[in-house]
């Protein structure tokens, strides 16, 4: 019976990962399966790398404890978004002996045709990071053409003012920013300017 344990990520804090739980605790009591743990990053994107997202960094740390047989993730896109890392993490597990089981794609790397077909979805996964990043961009460029201002809204030019008074009055940062009510940045950001 393989001792399984199962990666799930959300991107944003308005999603949560209960479907993607609840379909692989099924898929590993039809397989016969013993799941050992649950690791959840939430509100974490899949670009970020290990040391951003800390149940995949706990979660490759107990496979090289060898804690587990298997990893079952939902989808190839929850483990993450560039090819490279993709790769990396697959040739890790494979080392200590570990496969891989992806729901939504039906791929089981202990089988030569899964290890192939799960680096052709590393490529799309990495695909669509770049379509999102193309869009987002093309959509900021659009509002700047339409004239619209990005970024914070400006502060007001009296609170401004006082914070270049206090600036050059020699105040700190913080002490500015407590007093006066504004953010570091905006007392950071006003300072540059001088």
């Known amino acids: 019976m393989p001792l399984v344990a199962i990666y799930l990520r959300v991107s944003t804090d308005g999603q949560n990962a209960e479907n993607q739980r609840r379909e692989l605790e099924a898929v590993a009591t039809r397989s016969g399966w013993t799941v050992v743990e649950v690791y959840e990053d939430h509100g974490i994107s899949g670009a970020k790398g290990r040391e951003?997202?800390?149940a995949f960094d706990r979660l490759m740390r107990d496979a090289a404890r060898r804690k587990f047989d298997m990893v079952a993730a939902w989808s190839v896109d929850r483990l993450g978004?560039?090819?490279q890392d993709?790769?990396?993490f697959l040739a890790e597990l494979h080392g200590l002996g570990i496969d891989l089981f992806l729901h939504q794609q039906g791929i089981d790397t202990s089988t030569p045709a899964g290890k192939a077909m799960f680096q052709m979805l590393g490529v799309f996964?990495?695909?669509e990071r770049a379509m999102i990043r193309e869009r987002v961009n093309a959509g900021l460029a659009r509002a700047r053409a339409q004239g619209k201002r990005l970024g914070r809204p400006q502060i007001a030019a009296d609170k401004e003012a006082a914070v270049r008074a206090s600036l050059a009055a020699g105040m700190g940062i913080q002490k500015i920013a407590k007093s006066?009510?504004?953010g570091v940045s905006?007392?950071?950001r006003v300072k540059r300017q001088l």
């Open 180 to 182: 006066l009510g504004v």
């Open 81 to 83: 978004r560039s090819l």
């Open 52 to 54: 951003k997202r800390p």
């Open 86 to 88: 993709l790769v990396s």
């Open 125 to 127: 996964a990495e695909f």
């Open 186 to 188: 905006v007392v950071q």
